[in-house]
């Protein structure tokens, strides 16, 4: 029996430390101008406390209800509603004003309780963009702690130079990328993806401008719009140009390995061969550079992939240049004499010019006696 009642004084007591709270409630509250707002603009607000209606008392004696706001030059208007009979409340327009709970605090058994307000102040001046309060209900203890806070309605107040600034920033880099692409496109750069970012910004864009200052949000979300699509833009153009880069260092890829084909059956000398190994050599490593190059591409290292295309293009050039003189060399040799002097070489080459002499000796010896006998008869 001793126990149960120490453990029942020790809740009693833990139960009386507690601080007393009030279940407020806030409703219907409104707040005109919907949207964003710029320094100066008039706000209004309104709405409904309504008070605990179970309990000792609709609000704890000892605390504090406290309206506040970030609003310059507030106006409050306070009206306590008791069983349906409107009391105004005497308060200050002050930025904080607070109603004592000795004011608030009613038996709910007697008295049904709720309070309107209204109020009435200027969106303050930012240096950027900057949400701040509107309105906000919290209940305080007599020490300044924090018991509940009932509401709290914020609105972003705009630096509308800041939004000015950004959509010149996002233009300015806009432009950027409309050079870039013409540049690109004079080189025979396939600047489609592009074209089409940079579309998808300019509107994006467009979109900003035509904002009002209430509409600061969808401004800058059509900005931050823009903004990516300008990246994207950059990027495919970056990849497109390292794939034009490709492209042209296979051109002398191929036109080697034509060359390298037609030479290959003709190439019968030593010399001849060792050049054609050589060139093949230069163009597997361009082959091996326009690989990695590619594999960069794939990896989004598009500045890497031009300069191994780049180097691939010069590598492949050199071989193409090599290739081109071996086969003008051979071409040339290709001739009746050449052959000739092929086919007839040591002793046989001397057998064959004394056949020759004899021949024309014996051929100018007949065509001078048909000629003498020509004279006499």
């Keep these: 029996m001793k126990c149960s009642l120490k453990w029942f004084l020790l809740l009693f007591v833990f139960v009386a430390a507690l601080p007393a709270v009030s279940a407020l409630s806030v409703s219907t509250v409104s707040v005109s101008p919907s949207g964003d707002l710029t320094p100066g603009t008039t706000v209004t607000a309104s709405f409904t406390i309504e008070f605990s209606s179970s309990g000792d008392e609709t609000f704890p004696t000892d605390d504090y209800l406290t309206l506040s706001t970030d609003l310059d030059n507030p106006n409050w208007n306070v009206v306590l ?70 509401t709290s309605v914020k609105r972003k107040v705009v630096n509308t130079g800041e939004v000015t600034a950004t959509i010149a920033a996002t233009q300015s880099s ?51 719009t823009a903004g990516q699509a300008i990246s994207d833009g950059q990027k495919a153009l970056d990849k497109a140009w390292a794939e034009k880069k490709v492209a042209d260092a296979q051109v002398p890829i191929s036109q080697t390995d034509a060359l390298i084909t037609w030479i290959r059956p003709n190439a019968t000398s ?66 009746p004499l050449g052959m000739i002097g092929g086919l007839f070489k040591g002793s046989t080459l001397i057998i064959v010019i004394v056949l020759l002499v004899i021949i024309g000796a014996v051929g100018y010896v007949i065509y001078r006696k048909r000629t003498q006998w020509d004279e006499l008869g």
Aim: hydrophobic share 35%; charged share 25%; proline share 3%.
């Design 81 to 150: 509603v008791l069983n349906e009979i409107d009391n105004p409340q005497p308060v200050d327009n002050a930025k904080t004003i607070d109603l004592s709970g000795w004011v608030l605090s009613y038996d709910p058994d007697d008295v049904e309780e709720s309070m309107r307000v209204s109020l009435t102040g200027t969106a303050p001046s930012v240096t950027s963009t900057t949400e701040k309060t509107i309105v906000e209900v919290s209940q305080l203890d007599n020490n300044g702690n924090l018991v509940d806070e009932a």
């Design 174 to 224: 806009l432009d950027e990328l409309r050079i870039a692409i013409d540049e690109k496109y004079a080189l025979g750069v396939d600047t489609g993806a592009a074209e089409d970012k940079y579309n998808t910004a300019q509107s994006a864009i467009a979109s900003a401008k035509a904002q009002p200052a209430s509409g600061y949000s969808n401004a800058i979300a059509s900005l931050e």
């Design 270 to 335: 030593s010399e001849y061969k060792s050049a054609l190994s050589e060139i093949s050599t230069q163009k597997e490593l361009a082959t091996g550079l326009v690989d990695d190059a590619n594999d960069a591409i794939n990896a989004g290292n598009y500045d890497n992939a031009r300069e191994k295309a780049d180097a691939a293009f010069r590598k492949a050039n050199e071989s193409y240049t090599s290739a081109l003189a071996i086969k003008k060399s051979m071409m040339t040799g290709f001739n």
